[in-house]
């Protein structure tokens, strides 16, 4: 079956610090790559997506390029900021059957001042 | 607005009733998704529908039930069935099927058993 595998949190920075959360699916085709973020109490926002390997998704500083020889969809910033502590979620929603989206566990991130 | 609101935010339940969580969308989407949220375990599906009149099990739909008589509600209820019910839920939706079709969240409700 389809599974998303992200990294344990908490991740924990200082404001302006490089920030890597990892993330590796598991599915079958090519199926859509999603980041969301959860703020505390909230609901959960899509942050970024890509469709198709090679294909780079970017919002507000935060990137991630879906990478299909290593199955990985990885996000980065290269200088956070303390308003960008949150939880982050890798998803993918599968390129065919059901088309329901599968969530990973989710990764805590941090900001220190 | 075009949006997701679940009602209420906070909901308290004493062992052995049942509680149903609202969920309405004005976004004319046909799929919707309930999912529960633990801490550390992220969300699991707990029931969805992608038409009016048919939904289908989850993979924890044990102690749930639902309902999708119209296109823009999909109620759920927690039963005294469920044995864990204290949780964060989020409803959802999408338009039903497509490359980058991405979910859209309410701001769920958390639900805890006194």
């Known amino acids: 079956g389809n599974s998303v595998t992200q990294m344990e949190g908490p991740v924990t920075l200082s404001e302006e610090a490089f920030l890597t959360i990892n993330c590796t699916y598991t599915?079958?085709?090519?199926?859509?790559l999603f980041w969301y973020v959860q703020y505390p109490g909230e609901g959960l926002q899509l942050l970024l997506k890509?469709?198709?390997?090679?294909d780079k998704g970017s919002n507000k500083g935060f990137e991630a390029t879906y990478r299909k020889e290593t199955t990985s969809f990885h996000l980065e910033k290269g200088s956070v900021q303390v308003s960008d502590s949150a939880v982050y979620f890798c998803?993918?929603?599968?390129?065919?059957?059901?088309?329901?989206?599968?969530f990973g566990r989710g990764t805590s991130l941090i900001v220190h001042p | 607005d075009g949006g997701i609101t679940q009602s209420p935010k906070y909901l308290f339940r004493k062992e052995g009733q049942n509680v149903t969580l609202s969920c309405e969308q004005n976004?004319?989407?046909?799929?919707m998704y309930w999912y529960r949220q633990d801490p550390g375990q992220g969300l699991r599906l707990i029931y969805y529908?992608?038409?009016?009149?048919?939904?289908q099990k989850g993979d924890i739909a044990e102690g749930y039930s639902v309902s999708r008589e119209k296109k823009e509600s999909f109620p759920l209820t927690v039963t005294s069935a469920q044995k864990n019910p204290t949780a964060f839920y989020l409803c959802?939706?999408?338009?039903?099927?497509?490359?980058?079709?991405?979910?859209?969240f309410g701001q769920g409700t958390r639900l805890t058993v006194v």
């Open positions: 959802a939706s999408s338009i039903p099927a497509g490359v980058g079709t991405e979910a859209f």
């Open positions: 529908s992608q038409i009016v009149n048919d939904f």
């Open positions: 998803a993918l929603l599968p390129s065919g059957g059901s088309y329901i989206p599968t």
């Open positions: 976004l004319n989407h046909d799929a």
């Open positions: 890509a469709t198709k390997a090679d």
């Open positions: 599915a079958t085709g090519y199926p859509s």
